[in-house]
């Protein structure tokens, strides 16, 4: 990476630091301003200092049309500078300034992922993770006596136990496997304006508006049923496993 680039993303990350904790001193009508700090980690005998990954917060500013100014122009900056280091799209994190609403109802629930595979299906795929390895030994044992092959990848959270595709079909005894996971959850923002009768959908980062509105947070969504669960028969394993594993095809 050149030197010219590695001093721009610092210096958007210096940016991004200090707007957010500017962020932080203003009202908070969801979230909390402990979502805005960097955190700091050890690396090889140095202090690293690491963004937040994600931010979900409503922030109001009071109506003060000053601050409203700079935040408009900070954002705008924070953006130039990111879109001088990187082509990809603007993080989750981003700060968005919106028009002043009426209301904004804040909600969550829990998203999945699912993968189709066969006997065809080449390499590993993930079942559960750890915060620590103090059962992954016991799990592999237990998955390699039935004839599943793993692999226990080292990650930053903590281990991942992964099982080769083609042996869990194996196991089976099915022609096709559905496996289906928890892809974290989704935050989602309706925001009615004055001036349309229908709310906007939007995704909840870091909403920013300029005078404060009836925010209100729904209790989490609670699991629906899916299809799966009433119609396939679920494959069980040895083990306990963060994943679900559908007969799709007997």
């Given at each position: 990476m050149?030197k010219?680039?590695k001093a721009?993303w610092?210096q958007?990350f210096?940016?991004?630091?200090?707007?957010?904790?500017?962020?932080?001193?203003q009202?908070?009508l969801?979230?909390?301003?402990?979502?805005?700090?960097?955190?700091?980690?050890?690396?090889?005998?140095?202090?690293?200092?690491?963004?937040?990954?994600?931010?979900?917060?409503?922030?109001?500013?009071g109506?003060?049309k000053?601050?409203?100014?700079?935040?408009?122009?900070?954002?705008?900056?924070?953006k130039?500078?990111?879109?001088?280091?990187?082509d990809?799209?603007?993080?989750?994190?981003?700060?968005?300034?919106?028009?002043q609403?009426?209301?904004?109802?804040?909600?969550?629930?829990?998203?999945f992922?699912?993968?189709?595979?066969?006997s065809?299906?080449e390499?590993f795929?993930?079942?559960k993770?750890?915060?620590?390895?103090d059962?992954?030994?016991?799990?592999?044992?237990?998955l390699?006596?039935?004839g599943?092959?793993?692999?226990?990848h080292?990650?930053?959270?903590?281990k991942?136990?992964?099982i080769?595709?083609?042996d869990l079909?194996?196991?089976?005894t099915?022609?096709?496997?559905?496996?289906?996971?928890?892809?974290g959850?989704?935050y989602?923002?309706r925001?009615?304006?004055?001036d349309?009768?229908q709310?906007?959908?939007?995704?909840?980062?870091l909403?920013?508006i300029?005078d404060?509105c009836?925010?209100?947070?729904s209790?989490?969504q609670p699991?629906?049923?899916h299809?799966?669960?009433t119609s396939?028969?679920?494959?069980v394993?040895p083990?306990?496993?963060?994943?679900?594993i559908f007969i799709?095809?007997?």
């Amino acid at each position: 990476m050149a030197k010219t680039t590695k001093a721009n993303w610092k210096q958007f990350f210096s940016f991004e630091k200090i707007l957010l904790e500017f962020l932080s001193q203003q009202n908070f009508l969801a979230g909390d301003k402990s979502d805005l700090k960097y955190s700091v980690h050890d690396y090889k005998n140095m202090q690293l200092e690491r963004p937040p990954k994600f931010i979900h917060c409503v922030i109001s500013l009071g109506g003060e049309k000053s601050l409203i100014q700079k935040i408009e122009t900070d954002i705008k900056e924070l953006k130039n500078r990111f879109l001088t280091v990187s082509d990809k799209n603007l993080p989750s994190r981003f700060p968005q300034l919106l028009q002043q609403p009426l209301q904004i109802n804040l909600s969550q629930h829990e998203a999945f992922r699912s993968r189709v595979i066969d006997s065809k299906t080449e390499g590993f795929i993930q079942i559960k993770r750890y915060n620590s390895d103090d059962m992954s030994l016991e799990d592999t044992n237990f998955l390699n006596a039935i004839g599943i092959r793993t692999e226990v990848h080292n990650k930053g959270f903590g281990k991942t136990l992964n099982i080769l595709s083609q042996d869990l079909v194996a196991y089976s005894t099915a022609k096709k496997l559905t496996v289906r996971e928890s892809s974290g959850y989704q935050y989602n923002a309706r925001v009615r304006y004055p001036d349309n009768f229908q709310a906007v959908r939007m995704s909840y980062g870091l909403l920013i508006i300029p005078d404060d509105c009836h925010t209100l947070s729904s209790l989490p969504q609670p699991r629906r049923t899916h299809r799966l669960e009433t119609s396939k028969q679920i494959l069980v394993l040895p083990i306990a496993i963060d994943s679900r594993i559908f007969i799709k095809e007997p």
